[in-house]
């Protein structure tokens, strides 16, 4: 499958990239002119195709608009391991390109119908700049990677449980702790869920049944809410 033709960037693009960490704090002006060197183009991919190959040199950093994106590695025999999801809203491959060799560590897949916005890094940086506006743009860099980093640390926690449920306990109290509420959507289908979590679909659909019968959690797809205190 093939992205669309790229474009320039929409009036609800350029607010999606307002709203992220990245820009936040910018006066209108300075955004504008932040907008005008980093020359954004926007993107449509379709279900399934590919965002970005493994080990594939990126200079853009991405930010989803709408539908998902799912990071997987690929292993010689053909399965795949989930290694991240992103919504929109979220930064893709910031960290990426704030690294020596810019290349993509995973393969990048769009799980649905999904609007990207490609924003060149150097260009941010690039022309004349004012000195506020390059601190300001350098601390909304920071503050991203910041946040990057502890999704990871977030997945690490989850994966150093032996248990199935300790990993599903761990993973729905940090998705509670960063809403504020008892109600979280997980933003994925059982097998995403699973492949995620590391153990197969079965496994986990019999844990999640468990816990309900138990009071622990009520559920339906990918909503949850969590009903025990001491989860």
């Known amino acids: 499958m093939k992205k669309n033709v790229t474009t320039a960037i929409k009036e609800a693009e350029k607010a999606s990239l307002r709203a992220t960490r990245v820009f936040r704090g910018l006066s209108d002006a300075e955004f504008e002119y932040a907008i005008k060197r980093s020359r954004p183009h926007g993107a449509r991919y379709e279900r399934g195709s590919i965002v970005a190959e493994a080990e594939s040199r990126r200079d853009e950093f991405l ?9 997987v590695r690929e292993h010689g025999d053909g399965s795949l391991d989930f290694v991240q999801l992103f919504v929109p809203g979220e930064i893709v491959g910031l960290d990426i390109v704030c690294s020596a060799s810019r290349k993509c560590p995973f393969r990048l897949l769009a799980l649905d119908d999904t609007d990207i916005v490609f924003v060149d890094y150097d260009g941010l940086f690039s022309g004349k700049i004012s000195p506020l506006a390059e601190k300001m743009l350098r601390e909304g860099v920071t503050r991203a990677l910041a946040g990057e980093s502890l999704r990871r640390l977030h997945k690490i926690d989850v994966l150093y449980r032996r248990a199935l449920r300790d990993r599903i306990c761990v993973y729905l109290r940090n998705l509670c702790i960063q809403s504020g509420s008892h109600y979280v959507e997980i933003n994925m289908d059982r ?14 659909s019999h844990e999640l049944g468990l816990m309900r019968d138990e009071g622990l959690i009520a559920f339906h797809k990918g909503s949850f809410e969590i009903l025990a205190d001491d989860l």
């Open 191 to 204: 097998e995403q869920f699973a492949q995620y979590l590391g153990v197969n679909r079965s496994a986990l």
């Open 63 to 71: 930010i989803l608009v709408s539908g998902r994106v799912q990071g």
